[in-house]
């Protein structure tokens, strides 16, 4: 059980392009979904906090207009990363808690490259 | 401000023998505690967690310790397997309804044949 999964898996996106990732809790609900960022050798960077049906909450210095987090169900949480840049290229990590529980489960991760 | 620290960037251990992967914290506020296990370029997979009226907790070839006093807390396994070498992520909660965690660096695990 608390699978979590990402698609895609691998993006390479040119630089002002948009580009959307899905983050889905396959066999639980997912009352609160996190996005992560890590760059190499570092820690996980939280991003933002999102609530089904509830707007997202970002951490310090993330800018809300560029990541945009869209958590329409209780399975579903897309994150958009508007007008992409060179910097934006990261490995972008999601995660689920069922109500109640501590543990996040994450999914897979999802390696953007801007050119 | 680091919250939570691994001071070790690594660690190196021969198979079969004991891994003491180690975790500092200043947050008195934190609550609960949890080990991710990551491999590269996939996402950290939970290990085991503690709840901060504990002082250790056991799931088979991993144990957590915690010291509440030394705002310290380590992650036995015994005995190491080959398959155990990722980076290893100690993270924290820090109390009230949300749900947040606050992660370490990590310490990359080497367990050697």
């Known amino acids: 059980g608390a699978v979590v999964s990402q698609h895609p898996s691998r993006v390479i996106c040119k630089s002002g392009t948009s580009v959307k990732i899905e983050c889905r809790s396959l066999d639980f609900q997912a009352t609160t979904m996190f996005w992560y960022r890590q760059f190499p050798k570092q820690s996980l960077m939280l991003m933002a906090t999102?609530?089904?049906?509830?707007?997202?909450?970002?951490e310090q210095g993330v800018e809300k207009d560029k990541f945009l987090i869209n958590h329409a169900s209780l399975t579903l949480s897309t994150l958009t990363v508007t007008s992409a840049h060179p910097e934006d290229s990261s490995f972008y990590i999601c995660?689920?808690?069922?109500?109640?529980?501590?543990?996040?489960?994450f999914g897979p991760g999802t390696r953007l490259t801007v050119t | 401000d680091q919250q939570v620290k691994q001071n070790s960037p690594s660690l190196s251990v021969q198979e079969g023998r004991i891994s003491i992967l180690n975790c500092d914290y200043t947050n008195s506020m934190f609550d609960y505690f949890l080990w991710y296990k990551k491999y590269p370029a996939e996402g950290p997979t939970f290990l085991i967690s503690?709840?901060?009226?504990?002082d250790k907790n056991e799931d088979g070839r991993f144990t957590v310790f915690l010291n509440k006093s030394a705002k310290h807390l380590s992650l036995h396994i015994v005995p190491s397997q080959p398959g155990d070498s990722a980076v290893y992520f100690c993270a924290a909660h820090s109390g009230g309804s949300n749900y947040k965690l606050t992660f370490g660096k990590g310490t990359l695990l080497t367990v050697n044949p």
């Open positions: 995660s689920a808690e069922t109500s109640g529980a501590y543990e996040q489960y």
């Open positions: 503690i709840s901060s009226i504990k």
């Open positions: 999102s609530n089904e049906g509830s707007k997202a909450t970002y």
